[in-house]
């Protein structure tokens, strides 16, 4: 049995880079995948993101509306197996938990209790905790596996760091209480901790705060079946074993980073006699662990051979994660009682496989819905010929009338009037309103048809001009008042008036003019935009020329800098600053980027924050 861990920086490019969710899975050959900073938000969990043939997903997504932490972190675990709904493998879990207070439950809408051994916490703490999307938990009956994107706290970010720490010691008593009932605990993810001095690059300062990494280390020793750091176990004096490289520096060419993704284990093996001091779960059970280095990050038109690093070589800087994948390899790991995939499972979420109805419902909404059309239809009727009892020379009412009605969807109720069509009724599908429109009394035109482009003759045909009406010199159209314009007949059989067609003529002759003197002067202000375009890409040009010549060079290797902007709040932020252009590296490599830093002439900008 195999298990990964996998920072992947944002699902969504991941997958778009191999192709296909199906793609991105298979490449890691696991029979349990653990994602970190998946960046999606429960809303955008659709069946390409999320579903992949012969693989369980179980996803926890930011609840918080924080500013900047909407559809930030968030995880994901995928599982492979051969059945969902019955199966004895070890991979499909029994159960499975979003969060781990137990207040964000477990996807069978029972009422959310407090975990045991955090009832010392309030829920509004605990809520907190577990609002951006950082844990989920899978049941897989041998042991408990907590897939964990740990926080990021910055050395002088107060707030993030007793967040931090609240987060790990509410995690610390949820292990201790599943500890104590005899429960196994893998705990799997970027925990955000480089704990030793090992696990970091040597130039590189604290990477968290001194506390974390303590926190760390206790908790391979003091706690009462300890967690053993799985990689350690089985390398425990490799250095420059790294995980993680800081995108914007380049560090990753030069192996400069730092080991923050961990595999963890805590428990007791699975054999019948157990000697307490020479068997634990790891001594029995995992058979390797290691850092995939060489995990190809696929993308199209690579040839896939390049390797994220290669000892002793500078390689090309590939597009992905900025994080390696974990993976440890589990032996003698028998087959569990059959079971089905818990509710808590990415196919049972709406918006990925539908609301689903039953027949008797469908039926139900049906006959509701034609019983509401007939009575609407009689009393768009009744209501009609109470009206205009001329109109419909034949009722609307009979019963034979309404069962053809609702057969075809249209009735018209004629009369003897060879050019009114008094009663014509259009019925909309059955979840819509009946419209009823008298054939010569609408003034509206449905959006998106033919007959809502009307033409400059057909515009002058609507309305009844009076024969001693005519076009002003200035070439707009004079018309009489809206209450001296009488109904106009449409029919064929209605003749134009004599005048009309010289009115015609003459108005589109001022309107073609008119377009005519708009289109020049459309013509004139496109030369306008074109020469004002030039000149600005000109003097665009011009200061790119004076800020190239500005850029100094540095010291170690006499190369132009790179320019960049202080970000962080503070009395500098948004000033510029001048640094060495090439990749973050040891200070023993000439190769590496040779730390020279220059503040730019401008002042920075007004600190508002």
Known sequence: ????????????????????????????????ICFQETKLRRQELTADLVMAEGYESFF????????????????????????????DEVALPVAAEEGFTGLLGNGKGELAVVAEGLEEFSKEELLQVDGEGRCIITDHHHFVLFNLYGPRAGGDDTERIEFKLKFYE???????????????????????????????????????????????????????????????????????AYTCWPQNTGAEEFNYGSRIDHILCAGLCLHQEQDLENHNFVTCHVKECDILTQFKRWKPGNSGNSLRWKEGQRSIK??????????TSLLEIPNICQHSTPRLSARYIPMVRGLQQTLVSVLMKRKVSEQVDENNIKESCSKTERSSPDQCGTPCSSS???????????????????????????VTSSNEHIKTIPGNRSKKKTKGTQL??????????????????????????????????????LSNETPMPENRSGILDQCELNSSA?????????????????????????????????????????????????ARVVKKQGPNFGRRFYVCARAEGPASNPEANCNYFKWAASKPRNNKG
């Open 514 to 562: 008119s377009i005519q003197n708009q289109d020049q002067d459309e013509v004139g202000a496109c030369f306008s935009r074109k020469e004002k375009n030039s000149l600005a890409l000109l003097e665009w040009q011009r200061v790119q020329q004076v800020m190239q010549n500005s850029i100094p060079l540095c010291k170690g290797h006499r190369e132009p800098c790179v």
């Open 1 to 32: 049995m195999k298990i990964v861990t996998y920072n992947v920086n944002g699902l969504r490019p991941r997958i778009a880079q191999f192709g296909s969710l199906l793609k991105l899975l298979n490449s890691l050959d696991a029979d349990i």
């Open 170 to 240: 509410m995690l610390q008593k949820r292990w201790e209480s599943l500890l104590g009932q005899g429960r196994r605990v893998f705990v799997v993810g970027d925990l955000n901790i480089a704990p030793t001095c090992l696990d970091r690059c040597e130039a590189e300062p604290d990477f968290e705060n001194n506390q974390f990494r303590r926190w760390f280390r206790s908790m391979l020793v003091e706690n009462r079946g300890s967690f053993v750091d799985v990689f350690r176990e089985k390398h425990p004096n490799r250095r420059e």
């Open 452 to 489: 809502s482009q009307l033409s400059l003759r057909s515009f002058f045909q609507k309305s009844s001009i009076p024969s001693n009406s005519n076009c002003a010199d200035n070439g707009t159209d004079v018309l009489p008042s809206q209450t001296d314009i009488p109904e106009l007949n």
């Open 400 to 426: 034979s009338q309404d069962s053809e009605f609702l057969s075809s969807r249209t009735t018209k109720c004629s009369s003897g009037f060879a050019n009114e069509a008094a009663c014509n009724t259009l």
């Open 318 to 327: 590939l597009e992905g994660s900025d994080h390696a994948p974990v993976y």
């Open 60 to 87: 926890s997504c930011t609840r918080t509306s924080e500013r900047g932490r909407t559809g930030y972190s968030g995880v994901a675990t995928f599982c492979r197996v051969k059945s969902a709904f019955s199966s």
